[in-house]
C-alpha cells in the first residue's frame, strides 16, 4: 500500500465519514466540540495504524461499523420532518457517511491492510 492510501484510508476518509451530521447544527456550533473530539479521536487512531498497531485497526473497523449501524437506525426516524416533508440534506449526508463507513469497514478488513499490522 502507498503512503498516499495510507494516508486516505488512516485519516481522511475516517474524519469525513464519521462525524457528517446536519449543516445547520455544525454551523451553530451545537454540535462542533463532538466533531473535533471524533476528529482528534481518528487522527490518533490513524498514528497508531502507521505504527502496524493491530488493535487499533480492529478498534477502527469497529468503530466505522457501528457508524453505520447508528446511520441506518437513525435513518428512517429523520429523513421527513413532522409535517411530512423530506429532509433531502440529512438523506445525502447518513448515505455519504453510511458508504464511506462500508468501504473503511470492507477495506481495512482486506489482507494488504492487516499483513502491515506488527502487533
Not at 498516499?4 to 481522511?12: G, M, R, W
Not at 447544527?25 to 463532538?34: D, E, P, R
Not at 466533531?35 to 497508531?48: H, K, T
Not at 411530512?84 to 473503511?104: K, P, R
Amino acid at each position: 500500500m502507498s503512503t498516499s492510501q495510507k494516508i486516505l484510508l488512516f485519516f481522511v476518509i475516517p474524519i469525513i465519514a464519521a462525524p457528517l451530521v446536519r449543516p445547520l447544527q455544525v454551523i451553530l456550533g451545537s454540535l462542533l466540540v463532538a466533531i473535533i473530539a471524533i476528529a482528534v479521536l481518528f487522527i490518533f487512531l490513524g498514528f497508531l495504524l502507521l505504527r502496524g498497531n493491530s488493535t487499533a485497526l480492529t478498534l477502527s473497523i469497529f468503530l466505522q461499523g457501528l457508524n453505520v449501524i447508528t446511520y441506518i437506525l437513525m435513518f428512517f426516524s429523520n429523513a421527513t420532518y413532522s409535517d411530512g416533508t423530506i429532509n433531502i440534506v440529512y438523506i445525502i449526508t447518513s448515505l455519504i457517511s453510511v458508504a464511506l463507513s462500508t468501504y473503511l469497514v470492507l477495506r481495512l478488513d482486506q489482507v494488504d491492510v492487516r499483513t502491515q499490522m506488527v502487533t
